[in-house]
């Protein structure tokens, strides 16, 4: 089905595009001891994965969004019904951090408040977004197909 090939190009060209260009901007804005911060996404992105050892496990639990949409391109490559649940998962956690009103910014445990999402969260929320919106049409239109 080479039209089913090119939406799924298409769907996951889009995406990609939205997720790396989110790293080119800044993902949110804090308040800590007084002085504003701005973190990049990229920064975010590198950060994130060792947030853990830090003792960010909610930070980490958002940033798991991360391999589970990589996961969901995976599986929908293969044309597995499993990246409808990776995709819709790291939507979840993706927009659970819309939620936060103060995130960790120090070993010691010190957060900061959260003055403002910044385009690069958008930007990757909406590539996350618009991937699990792509797998689902994508799996609707074919479900006849697949059955």
């Known amino acids: 089905m080479p039209h089913n090939r090119s939406f799924k190009r298409a769907i996951i060209l889009t995406s990609l595009l939205l997720y790396i260009f989110s ?7 804090v308040i800590d001891m007084n002085v504003e911060k701005v973190f990049s996404s990229l920064e975010i992105l590198v950060m994130g994965s060792m947030a853990f050892l830090g003792g960010g496990l909610l930070e980490q639990l958002i940033w798991n969004a991360n391999p589970l949409y990589v996961l969901t ?75």
Request: net charge negative; charged share 10%; aromatic share 18%.
């Open 73 to 147: 391109i995976v599986f929908f490559l293969m044309d597995k019904p499993l990246a409808v649940n990776t995709g819709l998962g790291a939507l979840v956690l993706a927009a659970l951090f819309l939620t936060w009103n103060e995130i960790l910014v120090a070993e010691n445990g010190r957060t900061a408040v959260i003055t403002s999402l910044e385009w690069g969260y958008w930007l990757w929320l909406g590539s996350i977004a618009s991937l699990c919106i792509g797998v689902l049409w994508y799996f609707y239109r074919n479900r006849n197909v697949v059955e």
């Open 23 to 29: 790293f080119t901007q800044d993902a949110f804005v």
